[in-house]
């Protein structure tokens, strides 16, 4: 069992950043990817950026390219988002999700990851 803890969410003006933390325990070695999800108010959860545990390689949703960063740290066991000119449409529910299938997938497809954190609010005043 892998289990998963966001935090760094929080209140940011528009044009401000956050770094989100996603903190994995348990089996983590099962791990092959993680990914950010987010769901805003009155809207379906949508991914956000998605990395290979092993390897590293990054995906991103189009609209996230350019504004956010993802990241991981091994050792730590951990995966980051870095968000840049933060927009309002940016509030949300930021969830992570781990993946511990070895196979081809689809990074942005929510059912593809069978592990999620509870989420973080992120807040994006006008």
């Known amino acids: 069992q892998v289990q998963l803890v966001e935090s760094g969410g929080g209140l940011v003006q528009a044009g401000g950043s956050l770094r989100l933390s996603c903190a994995a325990s348990?089996?983590?070695?099962?791990?092959?990817?993680m990914g950010w999800f987010r769901q805003g108010p009155g809207k379906e959860r949508e991914f956000v950026a998605a990395i290979s545990w092993s390897r590293g390689n990054t995906y991103y949703a189009d609209s996230m390219k350019g504004r956010f960063t993802i990241s991981r740290d091994n050792a730590k066991n951990t995966v980051y988002l870095q968000m840049n000119s933060l927009k309002p449409e940016d509030t949300a529910v930021y969830y992570c999700?781990?993946?511990?299938?070895?196979?081809?997938?689809?990074?942005?497809?929510?059912?593809?990851?069978?592990?999620w954190g509870p989420g973080t609010q992120v807040t994006v005043s006008s």
């Open positions: 348990g089996r983590t070695s099962s791990i092959f990817a």
């Open positions: 999700a781990a993946r511990r299938v070895i196979a081809t997938w689809t990074p942005g497809a929510s059912r593809e990851y069978d592990t």
